[in-house]
């Protein structure tokens, strides 16, 4: 069975902060797939990131970045000089890779705000 | 990018009444689609995965004959929610996949559904 802890229900930093939001997942399978979604006030789910399990290396867009540790199954997400925009609900998710897997499992999501 | 939409964005319905949802891709052929629903601060729980031309897969305590899933193209998946009551009143959101084994999955904005 797979399963997607992100430990932090809420986080709240001052605008210009840096914030990282934890993600630690469970999956028995050695194939998987990783993602992160913001969910704004709108509701509507903004794919962020796709991260193939055979692919350790961290990544960068913008003022995100990612840091995957396949050895302690996290997935971290961090963002830099944050932004009151930044503001949202953001989920983390896992879906194996093998084939006819179709279930994206979500984390409880962190409700972050950044304040002005 | 892909489109999914969903229409409507909002509804208010009648204890005991039916509610459809419709859940529409724009620009590209959705082999798959989901219907997800979402409690307030709570994640997204997946209640059936369906793909075109045959039944929907529920998951495990989502009622079928309540929740009544049809996906006769593939641009087209329906929602409906017969005999609603006020504990269905949430979030759904709907999500589709090119293939079964696509690697992106595509969301739509939600529907929030208000039972009185």
């Known amino acids: 069975a797979q399963k997607v802890t992100q430990a932090q229900t809420e986080n709240s930093v001052v605008e210009k902060e840096d914030v990282t939001l934890d993600c630690v997942y469970e999956?028995?399978?050695?194939?998987?797939?990783l993602f992160w979604y913001k969910q704004p006030p709108s509701g509507e789910l903004v794919f962020l990131i796709r991260r193939n399990s055979f692919d350790e290396q961290n990544e960068i867009s913008g003022r995100y970045s990612w840091n995957f540790q396949k050895s302690t199954s996290s997935f971290n997400f961090t963002i830099t000089a944050s932004q009151v925009v930044d503001s949202a609900v953001y989920f983390c998710?896992?879906?194996?890779?093998?084939?006819?897997?179709?279930?994206?499992?979500f984390g409880q999501g962190t409700r972050l705000t950044i304040n002005p | 990018g892909a489109v999914v939409s969903q229409h409507p964005s909002w509804v208010i319905c009648k204890s005991g009444t039916s509610v459809k949802i419709e859940c529409r891709s724009l620009d590209f052929q959705a082999t798959t689609m989901f219907w997800y629903r979402q409690f307030p601060k709570q994640s997204l729980m997946l209640m059936a995965t369906?793909?075109?031309?045959?039944?929907?897969?529920?998951e495990q305590g989502v009622e079928k004959d309540k929740f009544l899933i049809n996906h006769a193209s593939l641009t087209l998946s329906t929602l409906t929610v017969t005999s609603a009551h006020p504990e269905d009143s949430s979030f759904y959101i709907c999500?589709?996949?090119?293939?079964?084994?696509?690697?992106?999955?595509?969301f739509g904005p939600g529907t929030r559904l208000t039972v009185t």
């Open positions: 998710a896992l879906r194996p890779l093998i084939q006819g897997a179709q279930k994206l499992v």
């Open positions: 999500s589709a996949r090119v293939g079964t084994g696509g690697l992106e999955q595509y």
């Open positions: 369906s793909n075109e031309g045959s039944k929907a897969t529920y």
């Open positions: 999956t028995r399978d050695t194939t998987y797939y």
